[in-house]
């Protein structure tokens, strides 16, 4: 890694939505993804990639902090959650390190994106825009081209989603293999065929950014991910902590340092991409941090467990807590008495989740299909992914199952009390507890020293704030498109201008913007 620690690498996120490890490259035969198939050869291919959350919101609250949304108060999808002070949005450590950080465009934080994160932050933000070309960046484009939405799109709307795809590269749904779970119909096939299909739409975008990298001289000199934010948008997948809805794809090409075509079975968590993204800048991921470094300088040991959760999915409240090795999974759910199959209209929009839900009544389901119509859940689950890679044959009650439920029910524990799990808090009082009284706190507004005047050419100016947790951001430009730098240090005054600043804070309203003019003679 002596390499790693001496050149400063472009970091390149390529995103999608909803999508299980259903690639070429991960081995699945339907799949017709030529370019990712290209970047697994190229790079790693991890096979044990999962997310915290089976839905977005949560998901991506722990990807840009680094943390359990469990322990920030971001589990509840569609929150705004207030995290402690100390935890900030990583980027922020790549900011004060000299790094170009943009993304393009979807936060779904659970809380607002601050100025202080990012230096783009739009549909229009690109490692193309940095004023240096010798500066490296770091650039995330997150496409929801596979989005559960996509889906069910009407087929005039699909047909248009999808026009780029060759006659060739559409999947039939008399084709498809469906989970045991799924009732076999037209309707449910023809679901699980416009999901590959909008695989093989996504594989040719992610093909256009990797060739753009190319043509711009800059694939030798960037370590590039590509990931999904959790499991295929379907229901059983999506908002569960099953493997379908948690397994992610999970590919780093990063020249030099990973041998092309590697695959790598070591457990990773979604939560670990900010502190790796780091380790590869020669940054060490601040101790606050639950996530760990998979590769570069700053590498951590292989992690024993990966844990997941499933908490209110939009008007739906539900507390089930996961804890997976590389073979066993424990799920522990906390209100049993809740059925699998709770009505979220969301998810009911689904064909498939509609056709499920009628052939249920009509008593028309048979095996598998039936479980996720129980009246109650067990309090228990306990599945071999070795065995039973779908998670329906539940073994928590099986005798000669019990060391491996012991095991996996005291890592949950631990983990529960470690992470300072709020899950179990009502969510009325959690969100007593960040905001009192359900008002808002405002950051502090910064205060300068000095504040303006008369000063030498390279004064540095010190920017301050009151309130704990708070980042600074600044700027010498005018006008509401002024680029907002972090105000990782002192400030240098350079030529007479107005320094404009203002401080933030996750889960805060932004502080007034306060200015001070400065003459340099």
Known sequence: MALAQQKRWNILWLSCEDTSPDLGCYGDAWARTPNLDRLAREGARFTRAFSTYGVCAPSRSSIITGMYPSSIGTHHMRSQGVPPPEVKCFTEYLRAAGYYCTNNVKTDYNFDAPVTAWDENSNRAHYRNRRRNDQPFFSVFNLTTTHESQIRLTPEEFAERTKRLSPE?????????LPPYYPDTPVVRRDWANYYDLVTAMDLQMGGLLRELEEQGLA????????????????????????SGIHVPLIVRWPGMVKPGTVVDRMVSLMDLGP????IAGVKAPGYMQGQAFLGPHEAPERRYVYAARDRMDETYDLIRAVRDSRWKYIRNYQACKPYAQYIDYMEQMPTMREWR?????????GPQKLFFAPEKPEEELYDTQADPHEVNNLAARPEHKAELERLRKAHAQWTAETKDLGHLKEDELKERMRPGGVWQVTAAPSVAPHGGKVAAGAPVRLQCATPGASIAYTFESGENARWLLAAGPVTVERSSVLRAKACRLGYKDSPEIRAEFQVG
């Not at 999904?228 to 997948?237: N, V």
């Not at 790796?276 to 380790?279: D, E, G, L, N, Y």
């Not at 009628?358 to 048979?366: D, F, I, T, V």
């Open 169 to 177: 590269d559409r999947h039939r749904p008399e084709d498809a293999k």
């Open 220 to 243: 030798e000199n960037t370590a590039v991910f590509f990931w999904g934010d959790h499991g295929r948008g379907l229901p059983r997948a999506k908002r569960w902590p099953y493997d």
């Open 276 to 279: 790796t993204a780091m380790s």
């Open 358 to 366: 009628r052939l249920n009544k009509e008593g028309k389901l048979a």
